[in-house]
């Protein structure tokens, strides 16, 4: 996590031509990153009364595994990652995400 030096927030990295940035939303402030790793991640948000997700941006979450037999509502393709989570109550049946290994669109199946 990196702190903008002007102001004190907290800056995101973004990709800006072959070159990874630190920008700081509050004030625009922006610096090269240095040699360090850096993980740009996505944020995918559903209705009000479900938490929102953040997910990698190029690999799902640690655990996931590779399915066949499910397809794709994007593109058709019947191969995609799936992990499960317990994203309700804990009496309730945990969702099931699956990512697609062609066109990478996730989406989940409540069991």
């Given at each position: 996590m990196k702190f903008c030096p002007k102001c004190g927030s907290i800056m995101v990295p973004k990709k800006d031509g072959g070159k990874t940035l630190y920008r700081c939303p509050k004030c625009g402030y922006e610096e090269v990153a240095g040699?360090?790793?850096?993980?740009?991640?996505?944020?995918?948000?559903?209705?009000?009364?479900?938490?929102?997700?953040?997910?990698?941006?190029d690999v799902p979450p640690t655990g996931a595994q590779i399915t066949k037999g499910v397809s794709c509502p994007a593109c058709g393709n019947d191969e995609a990652y799936f992990w499960i989570l317990q994203t309700r109550s804990a009496d309730e049946p945990p969702t099931r995400f699956y990512k697609c290994t062609k066109c990478g669109k996730v989406w989940r199946e409540y069991e």
């Open positions: 040699q360090q790793s850096v993980k740009i991640t996505t944020t995918v948000k559903h209705s009000i009364k479900e938490k929102t997700l953040v997910l990698e941006s």
